[in-house]
């Protein structure tokens, strides 16, 4: 992951597609501390900082395997007054999936009425167990580890459906909707398409991962797949395409109609490739 998480924020600022809000998936903290703090350092505050001594940046984590409503007050108070050092306020919370029902609801106030200034920062190793409600309000990054997919976890048969996406989506681009039942049925179900796109993520991250350090960590059998689309596509390309299909992982429970989904999602991903 080293490296891909720095590159991801870099295309967020330089395109100025920053939130105020971050939920960090299938990691955790202590994993993405370091290349963290250095994004942190580069974008948020004024250079170097003292993560120990520093009284813009507070990290919350679990106590006793949770954390509770009283944290989030505690965040809240904290954060009443502008700093005096920096020009930004960041709060991280590790092992978000933690927090309770009211905790969770506490937050989620918070986050509704953004302040500038003010950053957060979720980092999830549990994605399923952060209300709804506060995933939409919160721009995903979903940079995963090999740990994040077992591939023994999902069905053949939807592993093969997926590459033939893959495949169908830089080969044919905007015209990928006129065959895309020639790779997927017309009436998929949601956990299909659910894996189709933890699939999809993981494949786009290896064509990064080799674009950038010129390994894979997933696809090894796949290599030429995937130097072909890393031949095809540029860096910023690769990067905006795993934000679309973090950001279509996240709509996919409010979406009813799976083939306009689907239709929507290869636009989206095509127009990142045209800009």
């Known amino acids: 992951m ?9 295309r967020l600022f330089n395109e100025n ?17 370091e290349e963290l703090l250095k994004i942190l350092s580069e974008y948020f505050f004024n250079g170097k900082f003292d993560t120990e001594e520093n009284p813009d940046l ?30 930004n306020k960041v709060y991280i919370i590790a092992c978000a999936e933690k927090m309770n029902e009211y905790a969770s609801n506490s937050l989620l106030k918070f986050l509704e009425e953004p302040e500038n200034g003010i950053y957060a920062f979720l980092i999830s190793e549990n994605v399923n167990k952060i209300l709804p409600t506060i995933k939409s309000r919160c721009q995903i990054v979903n940079i995963s580890s090999e740990s994040s997919i077992n591939l023994l976890d999902i069905d053949e048969e ?15 681009k905007i015209n990928s909707i006129g065959y895309i039942y020639d790779v997927l049925n017309k009436k998929e179900d949601k956990e299909t398409i659910s894996n189709l796109l933890q699939i999809l993520k993981c494949f786009y991250r290896d064509i990064l991962l080799y674009k950038l350090q010129g390994r894979i960590e997933i696809f090894g059998e796949n ?24 950001k279509y992982e996240n709509m996919l429970e409010y979406n009813l109609n799976i083939s306009l989904f689907l239709d929507r999602l290869i636009i989206g991903m095509v127009g990142v490739a045209n800009e």
């Open 2 to 10: 080293e490296g891909i998480l720095k590159k991801y924020f870099e």
């Open 17 to 33: 597609r920053m939130s105020h809000a971050f939920l960090i998936c299938n990691t955790s903290y202590d994993a993405i501390k």
């Open 58 to 87: 507070i990290v919350i984590r679990p106590d006793n395997g949770k954390i509770v409503k009283e944290n989030i007050l505690s965040l809240q108070e904290q954060f009443m007054t502008k700093s005096q050092i920096n020009d």
């Open 158 to 172: 939807v592993k093969s459906k997926s590459l033939a996406f893959i495949q169908l989506l830089e080969d044919k």
């Open 223 to 246: 290599k030429d797949l995937i130097v072909k689309i890393s031949d095809n596509n540029n860096e910023k390309t690769i990067i905006n395409k795993l934000i679309i299909i973090n």
